[in-house]
């Protein structure tokens, strides 16, 4: 969750808006939930701390719902990403909670394997989000990843965003495999 949020907000730098991201870290141990916060605004960001009311969250990990209460407050009108290979009506009536909210569902881990070979889909998912929200674009996000990216190799950042071009796709061409509300 960091380097998304990491990527994300360097990608809004990158198209002229205001981002501030931050990590919120549980237990000090490898593979211990995280959450990272990024606000985006056309103005300077003045407001600090944790984000009580999103207009958008992303699940990387479903499991998490079992340790966290992470769709109590939500607010009516925030957007569900969540990576899983549940569909989005089989998902919403497990988690009545949010069945009226905008739900997308996308395995992002299966695209992340057939890209990757490596169940990391942190990057695949904000493609899955740039195509829902069209909240950065493709270039600023490109570039964002290269340079979050680039202390590892230049063919894995390719892959990476071959992946999430791939989820963006999902989207913005006709939609396979993703159903909302």
Known sequence: MVVTSRILGTAT???GLYAQDFPLYGAARRGAPVMAFVRIDAGPILL??????????MLLDESIIEVKDVFSNLPADCTIIINTTRNTRDFKAAHPEIKYLRVFCVDGTGIALEYLKKPIPNVVIIGFLIGITHLITVDAFKKAVRDELKKYPPDLIDKNIAGALKACELVTGAGAGVTAR
């Open 13 to 15: 730098l990158y198209d």
């Open 48 to 57: 600090r701390g944790y984000i009580a009311k999103p207009d958008i969250l």
